[in-house]
T-cell receptor, first 114, second 116 residues
């Protein structure tokens, strides 16, 4: 059973460009969480999605950021018009709706904005 | 709102010494899970342990042990006979299991360096 996959692993964008980060959850997992880790900091929750629904986006910046988890395909975190402050590692995690707190993390995408 | 505090930003110890990483949490909920993760220099997150709020038994796994004390809201992590491979950033985290929303609240991490 493959683990959580994220691609690309490294992404370089110039200021003003768009960044698309993909997360394929573990097989059978219907819940996805995105976290951001700024340099030298801990991980911060951004958004929680179930298939076709955003459940909690309380940690996501109101502008330029969006997320989706379609019925088919990976979850996408989209950052429009990136700025230097968006440079960070973005991790996704997936889980079953089991209620036991068990989340499986992907390897992360390192975004660098030049 | 919940909070996780890891007061030790950086710790350095000589190989084979024991080291304890502190974690203090805040929550008004009675049902929650606590976690420890390791982030080696390669950057991925490695799951170490999950403990629910109803289980205060200490746990030992090889050189690793965890001390969970609800009375002091602490969940400390001890590495015995440290090795160079233990060098990493360690994160403590909490989730409230709120209506199926299991988002994690992380501490700021402790950078552990084991000196050969």
């Amino acid at each position: 059973n493959a683990g959580v996959m994220q691609n690309p692993r490294h992404l370089v964008r110039r200021r003003g460009q768009e960044a698309r980060l993909r997360c394929s959850p573990m097989k059978g997992h219907s819940h996805v969480y995105w976290y951001r880790q700024l340099p030298e900091e801990g991980l911060k929750f951004m958004v929680y999605l179930q298939k076709e629904n955003i459940i909690d986006e309380s940690g996501m910046p109101k502008e330029r950021f969006s997320a989706e988890f379609p019925k088919e395909g990976p979850s996408i975190l989209r950052i429009q018009q990136v700025v230097r402050g968006d440079s960070a590692a973005y991790f996704c995690a997936s889980s079953l709706p089991a209620g036991n707190g068990e989340q499986y993390f992907g390897p992360g995408t390192r975004l660098t904005v030049t | 709102a919940q909070k996780v505090t890891q007061a030790q930003t950086e710790i350095s110890v000589v190989e084979k010494e024991d080291v304890t990483l502190d974690c203090v949490y805040e929550t008004r909920d009675t049902t929650y899970y606590l976690f420890w993760y390791k982030q080696p220099p390669s950057g991925e997150l490695v799951f170490l342990i999950r403990r629910n709020s109803f289980d205060e038994q200490n746990e030992i796994s090889g050189r690793y042990s965890w001390n969970f004390q609800k009375s002091t809201s602490s969940f400390n992590f001890t590495i015995t006979a440290s090795q160079v491979v233990d060098s990493a950033v360690y994160f403590c985290a909490l989730t409230l299991l709120n209506f199926g929303n299991e988002k994690l609240t992380f501490g700021t991490g402790t950078r552990l360096t084991i000196i050969p």
